[in-house]
């Protein structure tokens, strides 16, 4: 077996492993732990907040264009957020007014 294959072959066992380590865990009549309740109810907004965080670390507001193509992408994308309550819709909407803005205007 080829080292890439081997490679492929263990990510495929661990991803799978992953998924269903929950259902072993917590399937059946088993209550889900409040800690683990708990981590489900925080987790995504905090990861929501490191990636706004991670994905504007480099805007540069001592120098043109001063973020306000990052500023009015971000703002869009509470707009529809808050609009249409749609993830997805919110992604795709800001995505394409930071390229329109950075392509077009800035």
């Given amino acids: 077996m080829s080292h890439a294959a081997?490679?492929?072959?263990?990510?495929?066992?661990?991803?799978?492993?992953?998924?269903?380590?929950?259902?072993?865990l917590f399937g059946g009549k088993r209550e889900t732990p409040p800690f683990i309740a708990y981590l489900?109810?925080?987790?995504?907004s905090a990861i929501m907040a490191m990636l706004v965080v991670y994905c504007l670390r480099n805007v540069q507001l001592t120098a043109a264009p001063f973020g306000i193509p990052e500023l009015l992408s971000c703002a869009v994308v509470v707009l529809l957020?808050?609009?249409k309550r749609?993830?997805?819709?919110?992604?795709?909407?800001?995505t394409a007014c930071y390229m329109l803005l950075v392509q077009?205007?800035?």
């Fill in 81 to 83: 957020h808050v609009w």
């Fill in 40 to 44: 489900g109810r925080v987790l995504p």
């Fill in 104 to 106: 077009l205007i800035f």
């Fill in 86 to 94: 749609s993830t997805i819709l919110s992604i795709l909407g800001g």
């Fill in 6 to 24: 081997l490679i492929i072959a263990v990510a495929a066992l661990v991803t799978v492993a992953l998924r269903f380590l929950p259902f072993l």
